[in-house]
């Protein structure tokens, strides 16, 4: 099973959207959690992310990878992009490439390819063709 996680780029202060911004400023710990859900754990990855705690959001991107692995879903898409974007501020671009390029394969595999998350792939791997 899928779920459909959608990136936050900017958030709204609303009613219903207040509650999704407690979401994501909840504290992040380094240490061990049991997740509850798929989200719970995708949403601790962007919170590192944003802190710019790059290891430990690569750690929990890989692990709700893993929970998507081997299904073609529009999550597996999301995790692999924001993945390689991780790689990428760490300046590792190799692994960037690889994770956008992975990206771009699952979505192109869906029965409906998400087009806004084809064109960031593409998008990705152009600004990693720019930096090498």
């Not at 979401?23 to 601790?44: E, G, I, M, N, V």
């Not at 705690?53 to 750690?59: K, L, M, P, Q, V």
């Not at 993945?83 to 699952?106: K, W």
Request: net charge neutral; glycine share 4%; charged share 20%.
């Amino acid at each position: 099973m899928c779920f459909r996680w959608v990136r936050m780029r900017q958030v709204i202060l609303t009613g219903t959207t207040a509650s999704l911004l407690l979401l994501f400023l909840r504290p992040y710990s380094s240490q061990a959690k049991s997740y509850t859900s798929f989200s719970d754990l995708a949403s601790q990855a962007k919170t590192a992310e944003r802190r710019g705690s790059y290891a430990d959001a690569e750690r929990l991107f890989k692990t709700a990878i893993s929970l998507v692995e081997g299904r073609d879903c529009i999550d597996a898409v999301v995790l692999w992009n924001d993945l390689g974007y991780v790689h990428e501020q760490q300046f590792r671009l190799a692994d960037a490439q690889s994770d956008f390029s992975t990206a771009l394969a699952i979505n192109n595999r869906l029965t409906t390819p998400d087009e806004q998350e084809r064109a960031s792939s593409i998008n990705n791997l152009g600004t990693i063709a720019l930096a090498q």
